[in-house]
């Protein structure tokens, strides 16, 4: 198969700056003199770090790949692993190894995209968002449970990669190409014969607008092509699905999104993108979202790394061509469930690992065709993941 062999291995890190100054936005000018923010006092077991002062432009900058932890990078980079992963030598091997890599990268100022992953709060203030090459790899585990409308168990193992592209059409217009490459392996149930892999392969094309004012915006569409390879492609191995998003920046604490999606699926579904972000403090990032949720704790900064918890909630729709019988014919089956998860996320600025567990529920499966629909019983899933 295709997925087997597409592994991207490429960077992923972020440089926070800060995007409000003396309380102030930033936006009626387009340079301001940032201030180092005020980290409260730091976890058990952890250190917090007072980074260097920035600058903010609304124009993208190179910046170094670690910037993160700058303060304690020269004085404490016998211990970690993010000065191992830093290490010149190893930096090199892995520039020789992967085309995407650069040394140093762009980041922009004034774009912040609610859905990614971005983070508000940390050791040196709000993330810029970051421009170039990018990859992210993820697998997830949902043991078996029990199928109703069907007889046996149905148990998953999804994977989830991609490799992003981010570049600036002129200023305050933004591109996003991530090309994904996604596999599913079904294992039942047992009263219908569902193929063992789908594969999704899909190009997410974005275009972001921002200025030095409050507002942010994103148009997107992503065709998808999702099929079992057992059949000749047909009508029901595509998913046509698009967005609209805006950003307002209310205050330094808080931002308003509004916006929609439209998922192509047996039913085509009109989504939501609407809520609110409140950042209280340096600490905590409080992400009221639909279809995605998030509620993160900034813990600190130890051995050379940023560490977040957090607590995720997670709406989501799959749509996949599957043959059932005759290879020459084809039907479309729809996954829907609703996920909670709570993990840990470790940023060593160029590196990112996460971990998370959680609950599944409210899981249906449901077809274009014949095929009699069923339900599967709550599940728990596993994750881990990297981008780098």
Not at 169 to 191: E, K, S
Not at 240 to 247: E, K, L, Q, S, V
Request: some cysteine.
């Amino acid at each position: 198969m295709l997925t087997s062999f597409l592994i991207a291995v490429s960077i992923w890190g972020t440089d926070p700056n800060i995007v409000f100054a003396d309380n102030r936005a930033s936006w009626p000018q387009s340079t301001t003199a940032s201030v180092e923010p005020q980290v409260p006092a730091s976890a058990q077991g952890f250190s917090a770090v007072t980074p260097a002062s920035n600058r903010v432009f609304s124009e993208p900058f190179v910046a170094r790949a670690q910037t993160v932890n700058d303060d304690l990078q020269d004085r404490f980079c016998d211990t970690g692993i993010g000065c191992a992963l830093e290490d010149p030598k190893v930096r090199h091997l892995i520039a020789e190894i992967n085309p995407f890599v650069p040394l140093n990268f762009p980041v922009l100022k004034n774009y912040f995209d609610p859905y990614g992953w971005q983070m508000l709060t940390g050791s040196t203030g709000p993330q810029d968002y970051r421009l170039g090459w990018s990859t992210f790899n993820e697998i997830s585990v949902l043991p078996a449970t029990q199928a109703f409308g069907t007889t046996g168990n149905m148990k998953i193992v999804e994977w989830n990669s991609n490799a992003k592209y981010s570049g600036l059409i002129r200023p305050g217009v933004l591109f996003d190409g991530t090309f994904w490459f996604n596999a599913r392996w079904w294992d039942g149930p047992g009263g219908i014969n569902l193929p063992a892999q789908v594969d999704q392969i899909s190009a997410d094309l974005l275009l972001g607008f921002f200025n030095d004012g409050p507002w942010s915006a994103q148009l997107a569409f992503h065709p998808q092509l999702v099929d079992t390879y057992e059949a000749k492609i047909d009508k029901n191995a595509f998913n046509f699905d698009g967005r609209a998003i805006a950003t307002y920046t209310a205050s330094p604490n808080w931002k308003l999104v509004g916006g929609f999606a439209i998922w192509d699926r047996v039913n085509t579904l009109v989504i939501p993108h609407v809520g609110a972000i409140w950042t209280p403090n340096n600490r905590w990032e409080f992400r009221a979202l639909f279809p995605t949720s998030r509620i993160s704790y900034f813990m600190g900064n130890w051995r050379n790394a940023d560490y977040w918890l957090y607590s995720q909630y997670q709406y989501g729709a799959e749509a996949y061509q599957a043959v059932l019988a005759d290879p020459r014919t084809s039907d479309r089956i729809q996954i829907t469930d609703q996920r909670l998860t709570a993990g840990i996320r470790c940023d060593s600025g160029r590196y990112t690992f996460f971990t998370e567990a959680g609950y599944v529920f409210d899981r249906r499966a449901i077809f274009a065709g014949s095929t009699p629909n069923f339900n599967l019983g709550d599940s728990a899933i596993i994750t881990v993941g990297v981008r780098y």
